[in-house]
């Protein structure tokens, strides 16, 4: 378990929020409570591991209304949102929405600290994939433009002639940019190319 996460538990019963508080400090794990979805959010940072707790119906601002504004975020703790009813249409809502579990307020001590810790897991591992998006984003704006092309068509399947004939230069030309784009992406062979290219978010054509 992640020492540094921290459960973030958002619910306007104060006697819950402090139930569950002493629930997840049983596990290890130290907590965070707020009132309402506006006070969480405007205290909310991106860069804080863990995983939110965050119940449907309270004033103001419902819980789906919350998991939809969090859900600009390029970085955000994966959701367990709490019900006290059992509402399909709402639980359908939230998992569409990206929310890792769905829970009655009638969950079982077992069954909360099960979606704790898959949500702090999936949370590390997607906080290390951010972070292999975000350098391989870096190198790859260190490309030229005209390398670019190349990479795209590289992607694609084309070989270097045919490269060379679509962008008008000479396969020599094709070539050098080639060998400046492996360099500069640290790639030793074409599947680490698209690998890269897949970590970084580009879009790998389907091959010609």
């Given at each position: 378990m992640n020492e540094a996460a921290t459960v973030f538990i958002?619910?306007?019963?104060p006697a819950f929020r402090e139930s569950l508080g002493v629930l997840i400090l049983s596990m290890g794990l130290k907590s965070k409570t707020f009132s309402s979805g506006d006070e969480f959010l405007a205290s909310f940072d991106e860069r804080q591991p863990g995983c939110i707790v965050l119940?449907?119906?309270?004033?103001?601002?419902s819980g789906l209304a919350v998991q939809e504004r969090l859900a600009k975020y390029s970085l955000c703790p994966p959701?367990?949102?709490?019900?006290?009813?059992?509402?399909?249409?709402?639980?359908?809502?939230a998992l569409k929405q990206g929310a890792v579990e769905f829970l009655q307020k009638t969950f079982s001590e077992g069954e909360l600290r099960d979606a704790i810790q898959r949500a702090i897991l999936l949370?590390?591992?997607?906080?290390?994939a951010h972070v292999v998006a975000e350098e391989r984003a870096r190198k790859l704006a260190l490309l030229s433009q005209p390398e670019r092309e190349v990479l795209e068509l590289v992607l694609a399947g084309y070989p270097n002639k045919r490269i060379a004939s679509s962008l008008g230069v000479s396969q020599r030309a094709v070539e050098?940019?080639?060998?400046r784009i492996m360099k500069k992406l640290e790639a030793e062979t074409l599947p680490d190319?698209?690998?890269?290219?897949i970590d970084a978010g580009m879009k790998v054509p389907d091959q010609q």
């Open positions: 958002v619910d306007d019963d119940d449907v119906r309270m004033p103001h601002q959701i367990i949102i709490l019900t006290g009813h059992a509402e399909v249409p709402i639980a359908l809502r949370d590390a591992e997607r906080r290390v050098d940019r080639r060998a190319l698209v690998r890269f290219a």
